[in-house]
């Protein structure tokens, strides 16, 4: 059994625990955050959401008592990373987004500690990957700061890598339909974005998207070939993913469906609808990628647009799950 710690137990956080607490293969040891245990405990038994856990959920005297099991909470100061190794954490998931360098990240190392995977984007961390798609690339020795880049980063790399396997990409652009996120704002306040200043479950508000240039790094053969925006939505939850493909080869909606078909049955990042659902049905996937062939067209031969579906918050802690088990396994399942 691998050993892990949370740093952070906000919305990633606290579902990537119910992830964790479900997967034998791993030993949550510890946890921390600013917030005091009954607060999240409470979070944690009452998700709005998600709703209730599978698990029991109580609160101790600096500790969480989950699914029988009593885990220490650390409410650690500003300047001092929690004691994880003390408690025999290998590997430390960060999901509380503060680390935006390695040197900061790498706070977290020592001890014990030889791996820490971040929730958020991190440009200079040591290896940007997308479990299941570029493994190969990690050097399971040397690459200690991991990020998995942001949540719609690996939906898109997966949707992108399914056309160009199949038919060969020359260009994408992609719009994230995305649900607001607690970057906003819920009234009229002021943000550094005029536009994530406004009251985010009133419009329907256009914003930059991370995720072309996170895949652009991760899988440099798309160097130049992608580019996109997001739009926030008013909802809580549930993204839709809609890409516009110039394709190398001939394509018609039969043939991208097979496609996306073939990588459904190779692993857990893609799924295919049998059925016209909407975000709300969707919520609690752990895939990235979950394709929707009815809404896929093909305007020409070589012209494609087509749409995936993903859970913001359990895709995206589905894939830090498995960036742990790699990094502790070294690379081996």
């Known amino acids: 059994m691998r050993r892990v710690a949370i740093s952070g137990l906000g919305r990633i956080g ?38 209730t856990p599978a698990f029991t959920v109580t609160a101790g005297e600096g500790c969480l008592h989950l699914a029988g099991r009593r885990i220490p909470l650390h409410r650690p100061a500003a300047s001092m990373p929690p004691p994880f190794s003390e408690a025999g954490a290998r590997l430390v998931l960060d999901c509380t987004e503060a680390p935006t360098s390695r040197a900061e990240a790498a706070r977290h190392l ?37 990020t998995c880049g942001s949540a719609t980063a690996l939906p898109l790399a997966t949707l992108i890598q399914v056309l160009d396997g199949a038919f060969g990409l020359e260009s994408a652009f992609s719009t994230s339909v995305h649900s607001y996120t607690s970057d906003q704002r819920i009234l009229d306040l002021p943000h550094a974005d005029l536009r994530l200043a406004r009251a985010a479950a009133l419009s329907i508000i256009p914003t930059p998207d991370s995720a072309p240039a996170e895949v652009m790094a991760a899988l440099p053969r798309f160097a130049g070939r992608l580019a996109g925006l997001a739009v926030r939505v008013p909802t809580p939850d549930g993204c839709l993913l809609d890409v516009t493909a110039r394709l190398c080869a001939d394509a018609a909606p039969e043939a991208v469906h097979a496609a996306f078909r073939a990588m459904a049955a190779q692993g857990n990042l893609v799924e295919v609808l049998d059925e016209e659902l909407v975000s709300r049905d969707l919520l609690g996937r752990t895939a990235s990628c979950v394709y929707d062939p009815f809404l896929t067209r093909c305007p020409d031969p070589r012209l494609v647009k087509c749409f995936a579906w993903h859970d913001n918050e359990t895709a995206h802690a589905a894939r830090l799950r498995d960036a742990c088990l790699l990094l502790l396994a070294g690379g081996q399942p």
């Open 110 to 146: 020592g001890g014990g500690v030889t791996h820490v995977v971040l929730a958020g984007s991190c440009a200079d961390a040591d290896r940007l990957l997308f479990p299941g798609l570029n493994d190969a690339d990690v050097d399971w020795e040397w690459d200690q700061i991991i």
């Open 14 to 51: 606290r579902t990537l625990l119910r992830l964790l607490l479900a997967e034998p293969r791993l030993e949550v040891v510890a946890l921390a955050d600013a917030a005091d245990a009954g607060t999240l405990a409470h979070l944690l038994r009452y998700d709005s959401v998600h709703g």
